[in-house]
């Protein structure tokens, strides 16, 4: 006997869940499927950025962050430690914690919002009168009718050919998180936002960590200056980064990993570490999703194809996050989930993603949101820029934290703001205010004349939003 609904959403990531709960909430009737598991085989929503991604990865660096202030800053502040050492299996027990309470925490969301949950895989069957048959494939089976689905399935870590993942010697972000002590010598190939996270982490703990990036710039996304900024800070930290560069064969046995590569120079080269990290980037994931039964289009990534407004090419069928076209961000996915729902209830949903913000939590953090430099040079578009130092701001020198910048960029004629950049202390915090600004239109004169709290690293941003017209006050 199968069961009725209005929605059925397969995927409990941030696109998937988020849009259950907003469907919910406009009166329908949601079903969410997911098959993600915890170490005892129970529930785990909440998808890659909450088991394997953003929330395990922050709570990894905020323990070697304490750990490297411990040891290497205290001093500064009159502050006395000896013997300072890291428990590696208590840091990742306590990271394993945080991870069930956001686990737990989208469960009761469920039953909150009378989402009703089943843990399992959601796959296509065939079409069905009104709607479409589905099938839940977990420790109980289960036949599903929807009128409407929401694919939000999505991604994998992209492994690299010749080299598969083994979670023991080469891994991917989910055996990066799973380290049970401080390899010695730590290789990455790929300096992308995981890569970097990671190598800060164990880099802090006491790992000698290599990077091999085959692109010839480092961080090719972000806006040059703010990337020569960040690179010097990596450099000083140690974290060794190796641009432009070919990689061969890679072999590995119980003693480590050997990686066969090419220097910028064409120079042959091997590294030798204890462990192996590939970040070079991920694919959407639509294994086992059966889309050949119901002819759901896929692009030659292997994406859901789906216009502006999330719809795919069936009727009644969407889908969000890293499913589909634009930046595998979960803070995008949800974005689209909520948008989604709304359409789905006759409302208008909005994304929009020229507004949406990039964030790298590294030490220093980097953040951005909007245009690049380089983007407005090769558009042609007039700009003005204006950068503004973290060396120069009270509330940096007070934290012992003044490495970076804030920079904005305005059309040359309107004054609107283009893009904000920031390297620096919260960097991921201070960028929510240009966000703001953008999605109202604002100008960089607008930011200027507001009144920010002093001492606070924020006032960098003003002052940054002063320097489009040259006239900062505190530098």
Not at 407 to 430: N, R, Y
Request: charge should be negative; hydrophobic fraction near 40%; include cysteine.
């Amino acid at each position: 006997m199968s069961k009725q609904f209005d929605v059925v959403v397969i995927g409990g990531g941030p696109g998937g869940y988020i849009a259950a709960i907003r469907a919910a909430q406009l009166g329908m009737n949601v079903a969410c499927i997911d098959e993600w598991k915890n170490d005892k085989g129970g529930p785990a929503p909440g998808g890659t950025c909450t088991n394997v991604g953003c929330i395990p990865s922050k709570a990894l660096l905020q323990s070697s962050e304490h750990f490297e202030q411990a040891n290497h800053h205290f001093a500064d502040h009159g502050i006395t430690v000896k013997d300072v050492k890291i428990d590696v299996a208590k840091m990742i027990a306590r990271k394993d914690t945080v991870v069930k309470q956001n686990n737990d925490g989208i469960l009761y969301l469920f039953k909150k919002n009378k989402v009703t949950f089943f843990h399992g895989r959601g796959s296509f069957v065939k079409a069905a009168e009104g709607g479409y048959e589905l099938q839940v494939s977990g420790a109980a089976d289960e036949t599903l009718v929807a009128k409407q689905v929401v694919v939000a399935t999505g991604s994998n870590a992209r492994a690299l050919a010749g080299a598969p993942f083994d979670e023991q010697n080469i891994l991917s972000n989910d055996g990066a998180l799973r380290l049970g002590a401080v390899p010695k010598r730590l290789g990455l190939i790929g300096s992308g936002v995981i890569g970097l996270e990671m190598g800060s982490v164990w880099r802090r703990l006491g790992s000698e960590v290599t990077v091999l990036e085959g692109l010839p710039t480092f961080l090719g996304a972000v806006d040059e200056q703010i990337a020569k900024e960040a690179k010097k800070a990596f450099d000083k930290q140690g974290l060794n980064i190796q641009l432009g560069v070919k990689v061969g064969d890679i072999t590995h046995s119980k003693k480590g990993v050997s990686v066969a590569y090419t220097n910028a120079k064409g120079e042959a080269q091997t590294l030798e570490v204890d462990k192996l990290i590939i970040s070079i980037g991920r694919v959407p994931n639509t294994h086992g999703l059966n889309v050949e039964a119901v002819g759901l289009q896929l692009d030659e990534r292997g994406a859901i194809v789906v216009d502006d407004d999330c719809r795919t090419n069936l009727p009644g069928v969407w889908a969000v996050g890293d499913v589909v076209r634009g930046p595998m961000l979960a803070h995008k996915a949800e974005e689209e989930g909520v948008a989604v729902a709304e359409r789905m209830a006759g409302q208008h949903g909005h994304v929009n993603f020229n507004t949406i913000p990039w964030v790298i939590y590294t030490s220093p953090e980097i953040a951005w949101v909007g245009q690049t430099e380089q983007q407005l040079k090769a558009s042609g578009r007039a700009y003005k820029a204006g950068t503004f130092p973290f060396l120069a701001n009270g509330r940096a020198r007070a934290l012992g934290d003044t490495t970076g910048m804030v920079k904005f960029l305005a059309d040359a004629a309107t004054d609107e703001i283009l893009g904000v950049h920031i390297v620096g202390p919260m960097a991921s915090e201070l960028i929510a205010e240009a966000v703001v600004a953008m999605e109202f239109k604002a100008s960089s004169e607008d930011i200027a004349r507001i009144c920010h709290a002093h001492p606070s690293l924020s006032e960098a941003t003003k002052e940054a939003a002063l320097a489009v017209d040259k006239r900062t006050l505190n530098f």
